[in-house]
């Protein structure tokens, strides 16, 4: 039985005040609602905040990147010992803004899901298609190519299949464009049957979130699908109002 996942990427945005607020309401409507599973995403400098403020809540938090590397000479970069050191439960790797702005090939980005694995962290692992590629009718394509770099090292993977995989179509990122709940699923549905080669019943345990642009107006129609195992929420995520909104319109769970 896969549980629902909610998840708030804060990417670059706010400030020790706002992350205050934002921790603090999310805190407050957790503590005593009843809704999905959900996990917030902050820089990792609010890290510590999250610590302080959802300990002992039914809040997960992670962080939006690791360094594929254990430990080392290498400035600037975060390992995945340091997030499960604050707690982290997941961490997000092979965001689309990572490929494309950093970026960051295939190739890496499966070494760092193998990195937060042997650090007992979730990976959730994002894949998807820029326009240009689904004109080209490359999607099945592009995120089979993502996801085979990280299966082909299955056997050095502990618990992969706790592993979750994000399906964010590129141009539906920040654009207000969100995919049909049909375009969704089509993906979906192709990413738990490709996984399923690779490993017997491996994509049927894992879930499999939808991101781009989602609002809570789109979230009921997402959580009828079948193989639409939540969300990973961007802009929407920054606004407790609305984060908490996606949350209570998720259905079967
Ligand atoms: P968006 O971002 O909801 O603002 O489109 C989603 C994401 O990039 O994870």
């Not at 618990?159 to 709940?181: H, N, Q």
Request: some cysteine; charged content about 15%; hydrophobic content about 45%.
């Amino acid at each position: 039985m896969r549980t629902p996942f909610i998840a708030g990427n804060w990417k670059m945005h706010g400030t020790m005040q706002s992350a205050t607020s934002l921790l603090k309401a999310l805190r407050l409507y957790y503590d005593t609602a009843e809704a999905p599973t959900c996990a917030v995403f902050p820089p990792f400098v609010y890290l510590p905040l999250c610590q302080t403020l959802l300990e002992g809540s039914r809040i997960a938090w992670g962080a939006q990147n690791v360094s594929n590397q254990i430990d080392g000479a290498l400035t600037g970069e975060i390992s995945a010992s340091m997030l499960s050191d604050l707690n982290c439960r997941y961490v997000i790797v092979g965001h689309s803004e990572r490929r494309h702005i950093f970026g960051e090939t295939s190739a890496l980005v499966a070494l760092k899901v193998q990195a937060a694995l042997h650090a007992g962290l979730t990976p959730v692992l994002c894949v998807g298609e820029t326009e240009a590629e689904r004109d080209a009718g490359k999607t099945f394509d592009i995120v089979q190519e993502q996801l085979a770099h990280v299966l082909r090292l299955k056997d050095n993977l502990p618990a992969l299949d706790s592993m979750v995989v994000a399906y964010e179509p590129v141009w539906a990122i920040g654009t207000g464009r969100v995919a049909t709940p049909e375009q969704a699923e089509t993906v979906h549905a192709v990413i738990r049957s490709y996984c399923n080669e690779f490993v017997p019943h491996l994509g049927d345990a894992l879930r499999i979130i939808y991101g781009g642009s989602v609002k809570p107006q789109v979230v009921t129609a997402l959580s009828a699908m079948p193989n639409i195992d939540g969300v990973l929420v961007g802009g929407a995520s920054l606004h407790a109002d609305q984060f908490i909104e996606i949350g209570e319109r998720w259905n079967n769970w």
